[in-house]
């Protein structure tokens, strides 16, 4: 079974500092990862998946996340912290399954907070 | 183009009645999910379906049910509803086959009273 863990429920950044969310997997084939995130009172928004190929994704906002296969881990990164990044953030893991599909398992989501 | 869509937006309903929640997927998206976002449980997997067919199915009772139509929307339903099941009911679509992105509709609050 595939499970995806996501250190710290709560990061306090101050605006222009890095942003770090940690996010390691559990999987026994070769995972397809993705990071999502989700604004007050709305669904989810794709950030940046890796499915293949260059291990350094980049995605919308600025964020980028690195597969590290011999850490088993797919941190989200974003150079200097926005106001506007102030979401749940949340790691997820998905297949290949012979069946097809995309069922993803989830991390249980990091709050982010952006300070002045 | 239209992203997922899902109606209501909110649903209140009392113990023991049936909630029925409605998703429309980005158009030629085969594949329809549902996941639950309950208050402290996280985003939990429920139903998946693709080309009409249930393909797998989350730890959920078999009160929870649903169906993909000929058109490719989907119906999630919740029978004898209990207080727990108050949650955030989300809805999303991709193309068939492992790998595509899934994209997410914003929702259906469901509160049980």
């Known amino acids: 079974a595939q499970s995806v863990t996501q250190l710290g429920s709560h990061v306090s950044v101050s605006e222009g500092a890095l942003v770090l969310l940690r996010c390691n997997y559990s999987s026994s084939v070769p995972p397809y990862l993705f990071w999502y995130v989700q604004y007050p009172n709305q669904g989810l928004q794709l950030l940046l998946k890796?499915?293949?190929?260059?291990?350094l994704v980049k995605g919308i906002n600025g964020f980028e996340a690195e597969f590290k296969k011999s850490e088993t881990s797919f941190h989200l990164t974003k150079p200097s912290a926005h106001m506007s990044d102030a979401a749940e953030y949340f790691c997820?893991?998905?297949?290949?399954?012979?069946?097809?599909?995309?069922?993803?398992?989830f991390g249980t989501g990091t709050q982010l907070k952006v300070e002045l | 183009e239209a992203g997922v869509t899902q109606s209501p937006t909110h649903l209140i309903k009392t113990r023991g009645q049936q909630a029925t929640l409605r998703c429309s997927p980005i158009s030629g998206h085969t594949s329809v999910y549902w996941y639950q976002q309950a208050l402290g449980l996280g985003l939990q997997f429920l139903l998946w379906?693709?080309?009409?067919?249930?393909?797998n199915r989350g730890n959920f009772p078999p009160r929870f049910s649903g169906r993909q139509f000929p058109n490719y929307s989907s119906e999630l339903n919740v029978n004898a509803l209990e207080l727990e099941d108050s949650a955030l009911y989300l809805c999303?679509?991709?193309?068939?086959?492992?790998?595509?992105?899934?994209?997410f509709g914003e929702g259906s609050w469901l509160t049980v009273v």
């Open positions: 379906y693709d080309e009409g067919e249930e393909r």
């Open positions: 997820a893991v998905s297949g290949p399954y012979t069946g097809g599909g995309n069922k993803l398992t």
């Open positions: 890796y499915t293949t190929g260059a291990t």
């Open positions: 999303a679509s991709s193309f068939g086959g492992s790998g595509n992105t899934i994209y």
